[in-house]
């Protein structure tokens, strides 16, 4: 009798277990406010105007007087960037901003796309939106909409834009591509309430893409941009046609991914890893122990007192270019920390690298965007988005130099409906801005095959579009 009772208790869980694993949850949000003040009276403004980014002379000669005017501090022999930018690499990047760095026409460059702004939930969201200029008769471009993190910008896709919109073969994809700016980076406007976090951005970023018409869409991200995407996954499993990332580091590790790092090494063909998983993740203590508390201390800072720290960035240009380009530097490989240079030009431009600190240092935003921080975990690390699965087709990126590394079996613990898993051949946390965006992309026979950052052609959007 005890036998058949404890069969039976046994048998229970386990169907319990599986058909809660199956159920599929939704992600619940309403609406808020973020304007100042109380909401106006009257119907919501729903209309879209065109945005140009704009300097004057004004803006440039307050920029040269703080870059004329910082206070410079050396380095410690032998300290490369271990210590964070070197003071002395530092000062040639000034050099080279204060003296042959051309805002104006990186302006131009920027204005190359269509901007545009319009108001959600109280506040001025910005947005990039690119449709294909020559469709052949019968085609139907592709939306896709693409969210960058911290402390990046929208101009990160600049370099794929084009690949994505206007592909040289014409049996390729064409997308309609949208990068909006997180509220509080860029040219959107900050939040003047507490509490807006990535499920607020997932919710405005819907709103916005239902006011463009898109029923259904598809979706990118890497950094807040993975977490952001993943909310709008799981606020509106059918609106998201398929999800891609490139960063999704596990919220909330579960026994699989417990028993594989506990395991893995000893059995790496049980939990699936390869030669890649096994360097990256072991020795662990080193590896994601150590190595996430030496590469942290900005997390810590920014969700804890990001005001303090970031009312002195928004008043240096010469601090902020510091704080910003130092995770360029081991962000896109940790071993850059080794060099003098801190690597940057190996891998991007000065030009691209300023014209992200511009976008930071012209629109103030370099507070705003570090509380994000702050709004996504002052609620702790037990939100619902943090455990729920995610049941869209889903596409993964891996490329080898991430700031976090993510086996396959780890990113199927939430994303259920993993399509592919792509191994790239180099890159880091902001790939697609890389100056090899171009090489990866083209493979055989000069077709698309391996957008970085995005896809290939046997990945999600090929799997979901049956292509």
């Known amino acids: 009798m005890f036998t058949e009772v404890l069969l039976a208790l046994?048998?229970?869980?386990?169907?319990?277990f599986l058909v809660q694993r199956s159920k599929r949850h939704q992600l619940k949000s309403e609406d808020g406010w973020w304007g100042e003040g109380t909401p106006m009276d009257g119907e919501e403004d729903l209309s879209i105007r065109p945005y140009t980014v704009r300097t004057d002379d004004e803006e440039l000669e307050d920029l040269y007087r703080r870059i004329d005017q910082t206070r410079s501090f050396p380095s410690l022999e032998d300290s490369q960037f271990n210590y964070g930018f070197n003071s002395h690499y530092l000062q040639k990047v000034v050099t080279y901003w204060r003296r042959d760095f051309d805002w104006r026409r990186q302006v131009e460059k920027l204005n190359k796309f269509p901007h545009y702004k319009t108001n959600i939930e109280g506040i001025d969201v910005h947005y990039v939106h690119v449709r294909p200029k020559n469709l052949p008769e019968g085609v139907t471009a592709v939306p896709l909409l693409m969210v960058h993190g911290w402390p990046g910008s929208f101009y990160e896709f600049y370099r794929m834009i084009p690949l994505l919109t206007e592909p040289s073969n014409p049996d390729d994809i064409v997308f309609e591509v949208v990068c909006p700016s997180i509220p509080g980076y860029g040219f959107s406007e900050a939040p003047h309430k507490k509490g807006f976090d990535s499920v607020c951005a997932a919710r405005v970023f819907h709103k916005?893409?239902?006011?463009?018409?898109?029923q259904q869409f598809y979706a990118h991200?890497?950094?807040?941009?993975?977490?952001?995407t993943t909310n709008m996954a799981q606020l509106e499993p059918k609106i998201i046609k398929g999800l891609h990332?490139?960063?999704?580091?596990?919220?909330?590790?579960?026994?699989?991914?417990?028993?594989?790092?506990?395991?893995?090494?000893s059995f790496p063909k049980l939990f699936g890893f390869n030669e890649h998983d096994i360097q990256r993740i072991y020795p662990v203590v080193q590896n994601l122990v150590v190595e996430s508390v030496k590469e942290s201390g900005y997390m810590h800072i920014q969700a804890?007192?990001?005001?303090?720290?970031?009312?002195?960035?928004?008043?240096s240009p010469v601090g902020l270019a510091a704080y910003i380009l130092e995770k360029f530097s081991t962000w896109t490989d940790h071993d850059f920390r080794n060099l003098d240079d801190g690597g940057l030009t190996r891998k991007f431009s000065l030009d691209d690298l300023l014209t992200n600190v511009m976008i930071y240092w012209t629109s103030g935003c370099i507070i705003s965007s570090m509380r994000f921080y702050k709004e996504n975990f002052s609620?702790?690390?037990?939100?619902?988005?943090?455990?729920?699965?995610v049941h869209v087709p889903t596409?993964?990126?891996?490329?080898p130099n991430e700031l976090m590394h993510t086996p396959k079996?780890?990113?199927?613990q939430k994303y259920r409906e993993l399509k592919t898993f792509t191994p790239m051949a180099r890159g880091g946390h902001f790939a697609a801005m890389e100056d090899h965006v171009t090489d990866l992309f083209w493979h055989d026979n000069d077709h698309m095959t391996v957008p970085p950052g995005f896809c290939d052609r046997n990945s999600i959007l090929c799997e979901v579009l049956q292509i």
């Open 379 to 389: 609620k702790g690390l037990d939100q619902p988005h943090s455990t729920m699965p």
């Open 304 to 315: 804890t007192k990001p005001d303090t720290v970031g009312r002195g960035l928004n008043d």
């Open 395 to 399: 596409g993964f990126a891996c490329f």
């Open 221 to 228: 991200g890497g950094d807040w941009g993975w977490i952001v």
């Open 10 to 16: 046994v048998v229970g869980g386990v169907i319990y």
């Open 409 to 412: 079996l780890w990113v199927q």
């Open 245 to 265: 990332l490139n960063f999704a580091p596990p919220s909330k590790p579960g026994l699989p991914v417990v028993l594989s790092i506990m395991l893995g090494r």
């Open 208 to 214: 916005l893409m239902k006011r463009l018409g898109f």
